[in-house]
């Protein structure tokens, strides 16, 4: 940082920020690329070689500043290319990276006045925008103009003209161009091509010119030219200047009866009847972008009411979009399935008959749907729903969070407090009309108070509240299919009897009894206690310590949040939980019944999933994802003479026992664990850790998952996947023919290791489709190596491959050696079996490959 008299400001090597002062001040910002600002006072900036990419910011208004830049003696005129872009002018080193770029240029308090030579020349600022003001073409050209009234003009291609100060003529011809005027009253064509043009200060004419164009006038009173063959435009107007107009020219020969004016959403489109051109005001409706003008030159002018009158659907029996805007107005679609919006405004939308949409959007909104299925979007502010006999079957949509919302459902005269039946349908409140079809279904109102209409109204004055409409949504057990609801902060029971039930609890410690069939149950918040009873039930605890009991048949029990109990028994079922409470000390158990001790209990697992079953029975419990994350264990199981299993408990007794039959082996995820199944058929899992796993006789499947994994099938025809990591595969003779599926595409090192007596050149290997074979010759032992080339060429190329073979005496071939052996021993069959060595011609053939492969 400078002080306050002349100062030497040097950034030396690095990307540095140096700032002067209201001095004199010299900056150099050394080597890198770097930020340089001045401040006030006529400042210098460094220019040489090897000064890297330096980025020039000088604000200062004192009138007859100047900065310099001073190049260095090295550097010649010659030598500086001299370019713009947009505000920003550069100066490079021809040959070198080297640039400074001076910020805000076309801006006179941030312009450098000067660029000083050894030899003498100087470049002021009329130089430089001669040099920068570019020259037109038919390329893609980049002109600027300067204080005064500029005429560019930037014939074919896509080019950028600036017009800067001044009342400036800019005509992009063709291409696809973008114009800026600058401050001034300027006067824009973008000329055949998908152009951008922005006005930007003063009282500036747009003309798109053919093609679909961008035109934005911004501040002052703009014209816009509108006549036939100028394509489809599009106005984005911004201006809250107050009395600002601006206009939109209409060509002599197109009259009002020929433009067609319509609303979409928010914005506003003038289209010429017979073609194709229209004009769109983008967001119409928010006065800082209208265009307060249209005028023909027959002498009508249109003004934004005329505009907004003009644009309104005249509803018909058909379907029709109307648009309302921000005033409050009475939007009618008599017939059709129309959709109707509000927006701004205390409106009355009407959907007349037909399966309309409403949306009131901002505002005290009526909303009446009418006959027919309509859905009804109230939007922000105190909504007041309509509904009458006939009216079929509406759902309102009323999401609304502001404080003191009230919103009411008003019935229309004729219609009593008695001829209405309140229920619930999931998280949805359901009013019907004794005896017809006509039902209003307001979506979410149990879910979020933010979805509730606060209120029911009847003609004679009946006022129903939310605590009322809870209160009768309780609903009365019978045999058959039912619905019931307790009360808030309430202790309810609830008896679903026969049927297929659905119960909920809210908030309260509420006990829950679906009896026979197949019952939804929903505790709700508080310490609930949940019996599904006979049938395939589901169960929900919701927060708190809930006791969850599916009764007899298959039942999904969900505890949530809390330290839930699930009750486990013979005859109990196959029920399955899910338990994912993430909270600190959350205790979750499984209480098994009295007439069970722990000798009854097997645990086991598949996968992630815990089981728990009940020996000589067909009773289970699954607990999902058990094994995946601590927030979905149950974290013990208890049983009535006091022992307690934990989590360390649970995990070794069911990662099971190696025997003589056909085992299923888990590791654990932490340790390095050595596991063998021994004789029969087993699945073994590794887990996470450097494992070390042996199937034994038998057809195995071993899985080594995370780490670096050493797999040996035994005898039998295995499964091996090593998983991520560094793995060795160990097969001798003897083994079968194993399969390996190794998928990991990091960069590593798998191996496969064959045992003593499998020399080199006693091993075959060709390919299968996308599998590679490696054979012991004259035996049937194989293994195959699945995918070898399936994924070709790219970052996966190697993804199943193994990286290294290596034999018992000390030899290796690394896998990208491998191709040259299948092509060598593709022109032979393999030898027959029993014959444990190559053929002499064979080692004529082949013995070359192979000692310079294997090493």
């Not at 770097?34 to 980025?55: A, K, P, V, W």
């Not at 039930?501 to 006990?511: A, E, F, I, P, V």
């Not at 009873?533 to 809390?562: K, M, Q």
């Amino acid at each position: 940082m400078g002080d306050t008299t002349a100062t030497i400001i040097n950034g030396q090597s690095g990307d540095d920020w140096l700032y002067g002062t209201s001095a004199n001040d010299i900056l150099d910002g050394g080597a890198g690329n770097d930020r340089l600002s001045g401040g006030l006072g006529n400042d210098t900036y460094l220019f040489y070689r090897g000064m890297g990419q330096d980025t020039v910011t000088d604000f200062d208004w004192t009138v007859g500043n100047i900065d310099t830049i001073k190049v260095a003696a090295d550097i010649a005129p010659a030598d500086v290319t001299v370019s713009r872009d947009g505000t920003y002018l550069y100066l490079s080193i021809k040959g070198t990276t080297d640039k400074m770029s001076v910020t805000f240029f076309n801006n006179i308090n941030y312009q450098v006045e000067r660029v000083e030579f050894a030899d003498g020349t100087v470049w002021d600022i009329d130089t430089l925008k001669t040099m920068t003001r570019g020259v037109a073409s038919d390329a893609a050209d980049t002109l600027y103009g300067d204080v005064g009234a500029d005429v560019l003009d930037g014939l074919n291609g896509n080019d950028k003209l600036y017009g800067e100060e001044g009342n400036d003529v800019l005509s992009g011809g063709e291409g696809n161009d973008t114009l800026y005027g600058g401050a001034g009253n300027d006067t824009l064509n973008g000329g055949a091509g998908n152009d951008f043009l922005y006005g930007d200060d003063g009282d500036d004419t747009l003309d798109g010119g053919a093609g679909n164009d961008y035109l934005s006038g911004s501040r002052g009173n703009d014209t816009y030219l509108f006549y036939r063959g100028m394509g489809q435009d599009t106005i984005s107007e911004f201006d809250t200047t107050a009395g600002n107009a601006d206009t939109i020219k209409v060509a002599a020969d197109i009259i009002p009866d020929d433009v067609v004016v319509r609303r979409e959403n928010t914005d506003l489109y003038l289209s010429i009847k017979g073609t194709t051109d229209w004009m769109k005001i983008y967001s119409y409706t928010d006065s800082g972008y209208q265009v307060e003008r249209v005028e023909f030159a027959d002498g009508t002018v249109w003004s934004v009411s005329d505009l907004k009158r003009l644009s309104r659907v005249v509803a018909s029996e058909g379907a029709e979009t109307i648009y309302g805007d921000e005033t409050s107005e009475q939007l009618d679609g008599l017939g059709g399935n129309d959709q109707i919006y509000g927006l701004a405004g205390n409106d009355v939308l009407l959907g007349g008959a037909g399966d309309d949409l409403l949306d009131g959007g901002m505002g005290l909104d009526t909303l009446d749907g009418g006959a027919g299925n309509d859905m009804l979007y109230g939007g922000s502010g105190n909504d007041t729903y309509l509904f009458q006999r006939g009216g079929g079957q509406d759902v309102i949509d009323d999401r609304d969070w502001t404080a003191g919302n009230i919103d009411t459902l008003k019935l229309a005269p004729g219609i009593i407090s008695t001829d209405i039946k309140v229920s619930r349908a999931g998280n949805n409140l359901e009013l019907a009309i004794i005896g017809t079809s006509d039902k209003i279904t307001v979506r979410d109102w149990f879910y979020s108070a933010d979805s509730q209409v606060e209120q029911v109204q009847f003609a004679d004055g009946t006022l129903w509240d939310v605590a009322t409409l809870n209160a009768m949504v309780k609903g009365v057990a019978t045999e058959g299919n039912d619905v019931l609801q307790g009360e808030e902060s309430v202790a309810d029971t609830l008896n679903g009897l026969g049927g297929d039930d659905t119960l909920y609890g809210l908030s309260g410690n509420d006990t829950l009894n679906g009896g026979a069939g197949n019952d939804t149950l929903y505790g709700g918040a508080g310490a609930d206690t949940l019996d599904g009873g006979a049938g395939n039930d589901t169960l929900y605890g919701g927060a708190g310590a809930d006791t969850l009991d599916g009764g007899v048949g298959n039942d999904n029990l969900y505890g949530d949040a809390g330290n839930d109990t699930y009750l486990f028994y013979r005859g109990a079922g196959q029920d399955w939980i899910s338990d994912y409470d993430s909270s600190a000390g959350n205790l979750d158990v499984i209480r098994v019944s009295d007439s069970l001790t722990p000798a009854d209990i097997q645990l086991s697992r598949s996968a992630y999933d815990l089981y728990v079953g009940i020996a000589g029975s067909a009773d289970k419990l699954t607990v999902s994802g058990w094994f995946s994350n601590t927030s979905t264990q149950v974290e013990q199981i208890q049983f009535s003479d006091g022992t307690t299993w934990g989590i360390d408990a649970i995990r070794a007794m069911s990662s099971g026992t190696a025997s003589q039959g056909n085992d299923v082996l888990y590791g654990n995820d932490a340790l390095a664990d050595s596991l063998s199944g021994l004789d029969g058929d087993d699945e073994i899992n590794g887990l996470g850790g450097n494992d070390i796993l042996s199937g034994g006789a038998g057809n195995d499947r071993l899985y080594g998952d995370a780490g670096n994994d050493t797999l040996t099938g035994g005898t039998g025809n295995d499964q091996l996947d090593g998983g991520r990591g560094n793995d060795l595969y160990q097969f001798e003779r003897g083994d079968g023919q194993d399969v390996i599926n190794d998928f990991d595409p990091d960069a590593n090192t798998d191996v496969l290791q064959f045992g003593a007596g499998i020399a080199a050149d006693q091993l075959w290997f060709s390919k299968n489709g996308w599998d590679l074979e490696v054979g012991v010759i004259g035996t049937a032992d194989k293994v195959t190596v699945s995918n070898w080339s399936f994924w070709g060429a790219g970052s996966w190329e190697k993804a199943q491959q193994i990286e290294q073979f290596r034999t018992d005496d000390g030899k290796v071939l690394l896998g990208g050696q491998v191709d040259q052996l299948v092509e060598a021993m593709a022109a032979f069959a393999p030898p027959a079996a029993g014959e444990l060595k190559l053929s002499e011609s064979y080692q004529a053939s082949l013995n070359v490959v192979i000692a310079s492969n294997w090493q």
